[in-house]
């Protein structure tokens, strides 16, 4: 069965395409869809050609999903993004990862974040995160939209045949 089946809240007599899903997965909160742990699995059997052993990972976020004024500051450069705009940012599908260790790094600023990911968490599905430079909206967004493409690539769209 189609991952878009399973994962979006759509009327059943129609199977949502391709740019559904991006747009769904680019605004739903992830913490809302208990299978971003499982999909995750898949994406980084899909990219990585050396079987490895992702039982015990759990999803942890990069960016914090709470954080003080001053690691604010530090991970967007600036104490003026809004609660809402933090919130919605925070929670995309681009912001999360497989870690076996959730809680050491869990409210890190970003270089000491990398570094854990890089010793403890050394996935494919992490790559894009080892080599950015800053971590805040764009970053989030970009590879939100990469983990679509992956996912539309392991979980393709399944056409109806015309013999239906």
Known sequence: MPLSRIILPTNKKRMPDDEQLRQYMLQTPVATLPLIPWIL??????????????????????????MSAKMQKAWFGTNDVSKDEYERIVNLLGNVTLTSKVTEAHDKDFPTKKEFLATNSPLEINCDVLKATAWGKNEIEQRTNLLVDLILKVFPYEKPSEDI
């Open 41 to 66: 699995r898949k994406i980084e059997a899909y990219k990585n050609a050396v079987p490895t052993n992702l039982e015990g990972m759990s999803i942890t976020h990069i960016m914090p999903p709470a």
